[in-house]
């Protein structure tokens, strides 16, 4: 949104072309979702603990947990809108890659949020059940999967790069990159989900990861870079160091709440 801005602007004054550099909308970004978790994250918890929304715990888990019973969950809400307005913000709104990793962003959040309000309203500490959480997942999971395989315009997009080989790279198939990419988006989705509720466990690997990702997507995005270093060149890919960049912000201004002693966990709808 504000790139259309800055575009429609830079027609009269030409500073404003600064903000086509992605490294420049990526220190946006960040800052942006920072700034918003810190902003809304006190009076997001002052709500929470005033409607009595804390955590279930569950009774077959571990009993270290018990002592968690209470501490205000959902938080993960604060996480979901600062990546998505900060990406709406900051990011090109025309980028095929942006509008799908908020499709999965917000439906994975969906799921979460239906989970925590049946713990939180129901007072049902297993939530939704697994049957049908795992049966959304992997719908979603699936839908993602197709979308990406149809919008692959090259065929390094549905490859499997052998990692420490420049030149060695197995072709999936249309069936074989919808299977990969259904596991790895279901299996990282339930990878956070079990650590929820540790102090950071989930979150700071998750900032730390998301960090990382904005780096290989920024390199695939750009021709040059990824030719020196032999990467894939993916049109398109490096606007999505936009969505890394304010993933990486409201994981970090999240942190800062969630750290021991925790004031808030993220619950499903961040998990």
Known sequence: MLLALTHWLAAGVRGFHVF???????????LT???MS?????AMIRQLTAYKIGQAVRSDGPQTH???????????ALILVAISVTTVLWADLTNRYIWLVLLTLLGYGA??????YRKVVHRNPKGLSAKAKYFWQSLIAVVVSVALLRMATTPA????????FKTVALPLGGLGFVILTYFVIVG???????????DGLAILPTAMISGALAIFAYVAGNKVFA???GFPSIPGAGELVIFCAAMTGAGLGFLWFNAYPAEVFMGDVGA
């Open 20 to 30: 086509e550099y992605l490294t420049l909308r990526a220190v946006l970004a960040t």
């Open 33 to 35: 979702s920072l700034g």
């Open 38 to 42: 810190f902003l809304f994250g006190p």
């Open 66 to 76: 018990l002592v968690k019973s209470g501490t205000p969950t959902m938080g993960g």
């Open 111 to 116: 799921v979460g949020w239906v989970d925590d």
């Open 157 to 164: 997009e549905t490859e499997l790069i052998v990692p420490f």
């Open 188 to 198: 990282t989705s339930n990878a956070v989900n079990l650590t929820d509720g540790l």
């Open 227 to 229: 030719g020196y270093l």
